[in-house]
């Protein structure tokens, strides 16, 4: 009988079966430091580093939380359907992509989304390196590769250990992050005259617009945050409210994520004032400000937040994969995401290559929350037939055309297109200057929007999209 | 997995939707409309914030 009730215990929490409301196991506090946790890597000074060679401190400050929050509150609110059922968005994308479909775009997710993680264990693998440094420990070249995949190993066995693993990990590091972060805000500021930071601007070429930067910046903002579209309600589907799971998801990433973008700006800044060239390496920063015991340890910290986004994010993906190939096992799913991301790490090249993941990725991001969004509010207005969804006997109001459904799959490909007719990201060449306004996600998610839900309005789409009016129940 | 195991989880899943379907069910806590208006309003707060930002 144990065996019984711990196989579906494991179904609930690293599977697809809804999870009843007395089995929710976060409130707000918990979510938020499991998503924060998530939120909160290296990548993040990365991006600040990045922002602050487009535009000055304070529309910086400006983009990376109101950017940020904007977006986020905007797509994150088809959590509450997760939240409500508790179930993974990957069961309800079977309305807007059909059951094959949701396979195909969960692919395509995985492959392209997933280098994060490589970048994520690379950077780790600088960082501790650095570190070694500092001690005078030169490392030979191929200890690189083994820090990186160490850094793998070990997110993957924390992830391996199951949610409890995972909780106690961000409600240990998150808390010493996010201090950490307020120690390093202080020590750039103090380390450089106030207004080098507060007043700074970018070099620019003489004559160029300033708008176009700053809308390039809230672009990277927007595409930053709108990366956690696929594995947005694996977390708040297991909270208590669906307040508390919306409002962690969005001030995770918004407040906390945004402020390690801040802090890795600040650095940048800093950095740049002190020798002459930017860094987006906080090991660098730190032993460059820092009084050493406090350096150590800091460093210490930011390499192992490395480690607790690699677990959150192979449970996060562990569970997607799972809801398209059920017949796998959740352990067998992270640990073949591990492989993925080691082979990545071996090849070595993923940073020098990411520019391309990233334009490929954003491209289909936007689409994919938008067509979440317009679904779940305005096209089933928040009613769906749940034992379709999860592709029940005798219930195939989901089946559409041999699994897909086309109108959903057009869309998606059509705000792809969207974003590529506005702006190049591998030329920078704007096409489209009014729409880039809007910035190339906002553009892509509102057209992807409208596109969508026009077509629903054609009668004999409705009825396309709408077989399952006849068995809503809940 | 085996075919079984499927069967299970089948089952089981459709046993957790029939109890959601009970009258008896509570859901978790719904989103209120005041959370809908604290959100929208939040939305606006930020969008104002960008365009501000824009003339900075």
Redesign the interface.
Known sequence: MNNVNDQTEREAFFGTLPIMRKDRIYGFLDALLVLSGYCIATWSYTQGSYLATLVGFRQLLIGAFFGALLMLIIYQLPVILSVRYGIDIWIWLRTVFGGKGTVLVTVVIIIINYPWYAVCADLFASSMGNLCGLFGLELPEAAHTVLAILCVVLGTLIAYRGLGAITWTTRVLVPLLLILGAVVTVIGFVSVPFDVIWEFQPERPEGEPNIIPYIMSVEANFAFVITLVGGMAEVPRLCKTERSGYWAGVLGQGLAGSFFVVVGAVMAIATQYVTGEMTDDPTLMLAMFSVPALALSSLMLVAFANIGTQAVGSYIYGVMLKSSFRRADYRIMIVILGIYVTLLCIWGKIVEYFGSFLTVSACIYAPLAALLFTDFFIVRRQKFSLRSAFMLNGHTAYRFTGGFNIVGLICLAAGAAISLLIYDPVSTEIHCMPLFYLTPTGASFIGTAVLYFALSRIPAINRYLMKDRGELSV | ?TDT??K???E???K??D???NDE????????KK?YEI?AC??L???A??L???F?
């Open positions: 997995m195991e499927i299970a989880i089948d089981e899943t459709e957790r939707i109890e959601m379907e069910y509570k859901f978790p806590d719904r989103f209120l959370d959100a939040t939305a707060f930020c969008l914030m960008l501000i930002g824009a900075l």
